[in-house]
């Protein structure tokens, strides 16, 4: 296992810096989920970790040894890509087993630990097969095998998952969450997904544009976001967000309703209501806040979304639990839960309570 840090990363292609200043402790044993848009610098932090791209600045170490220039293959890591990469004329033991056929580990050792990893994986009844023969959840468990046999310090991910379907990935989430239970390794897990992100991580470390938003617990994330983008990146459906300026002790939005808030946030710099979607609720008129009209509602079976329109506000989504009746061009009335309620500066900055 392995203990990681990261002080001061920076990555450069020539003069254009695409990551800068991060800085991030993995702790041993820990799950750590790297999350963000396309582009955030997510995939090219893991590639530098494992070695696959040089760093340009700053000191990365393991277990307290700087390992800069330590090649990848002295590192103690063993990397899951999106691309399965499995040998299509290898059966799934010789594919599992066969870094350490090329390192000349011996045929009892390499059986031993190819037999252990597939009966971790459910793989025992399939190690005679080739890939061809195999499904995508399949291939997919070779390939973490592959990675179990080399007992590494460590397991990057690099979203291992995003080629499979919705059901599949479901249960290789399951059988990820798992292998950590099981093997008490540390994980370094990069997703676009933040279902993932929220069901897998200890720890989520939010990227935008090269640089670190916020690290923290899912449930930190959620309930106390650091800015207007991990705001909205974490949960979904997204949160809504409503232009707003100071009234008393309250914020008024742009068709002059007042909402009384009772936190202790500096609503002077307020600029920006946030509330998320499972925080608004179909009500009566008299115990509304806003009024409009549904524009479209999606029912789900165990939740209903309703997009509706209000007027001086502007789009607004309300997601109701279970099955509402509710139909597209019928008014709806809405209340917020200002107790759960966000206010962001021009920033963008979330303003604690």
Do not use: W
């Not at 990069?190 to 617990?217: S, Y």
């Not at 009335?333 to 206010?343: G, M, P, R, V």
């Amino acid at each position: 296992m392995a203990r990681i840090e990261l002080q001061t990363i920076s990555k450069a292609y020539g003069s254009v810096e695409v990551m800068r200043d991060i800085n991030l402790t993995i702790e041993d044993g820990e799950f750590i989920v790297l999350v963000g848009p396309s582009g955030c610098g997510k995939s090219t932090l893991l590639r530098m970790i494992a070695g696959l791209e040089p760093i340009t600045g700053g000191e990365f170490r393991i277990d307290g040894k700087r390992m800069n220039e330590v090649p990848p293959r002295d590192r103690d890591m063993a990397m899951v890509f999106q691309s399965y990469a499995l040998y299509p004329h290898m059966d799934v033991a010789r594919n599992m087993g066969f870094s350490l056929e090329i390192r000349k580990s011996a045929t009892e050792e390499r059986v031993s630990k190819v037999e252990a990893a597939a009966k971790t994986l459910g793989l025992t009844d399939l190690t005679k097969r080739l890939p061809k023969a195999l499904s995508g959840g399949q291939r997919q468990r070779v390939a973490m095998g592959r990675a179990i046999v080399r007992d590494p310090s460590a397991f990057l991910f690099d979203e291992p998952l995003s080629n499979l379907d919705a059901a599949l990935r479901v249960e290789m989430r399951l059988e990820i969450a798992r292998l950590h239970q099981r093997l008490a390794a540390t994980m370094i897990y990069v997703t676009h997904d933040q279902v993932e992100a929220l069901t897998l991580a200890d720890r989520i470390v939010v990227l935008n544009a090269g640089d670190i938003q916020q690290v923290g617990t899912p449930l930190e994330l959620y309930e106390r976001p650091a800015n207007k983008f991990v705001a909205q990146f974490i949960g979904s459906p997204t949160m809504n967000i409503l232009s707003v300026e100071q009234s008393g002790r309250g914020v008024q939005l742009k068709d002059g309703t007042v909402l009384q808030l009772t936190n202790g946030s500096d609503k002077s710099s307020a600029r920006e209501l946030g509330v998320r979607p499972e925080h608004l609720n179909v009500v009566t008129p008299e115990k509304a806040h806003l009024s409009g009209v549904a524009e479209l509602v999606e029912h789900l079976g165990s939740d209903t979304n309703i997009h509706a329109k209000v007027p001086g506000v502007g789009q607004v989504l309300v997601r109701q639990h279970g099955h509402f009746p509710l139909k597209a061009g019928e008014p709806v009335d809405i209340a917020l839960d200002l107790e759960k309620a966000h206010l962001f500066d021009a920033d963008g900055r979330r303003l604690a309570a």
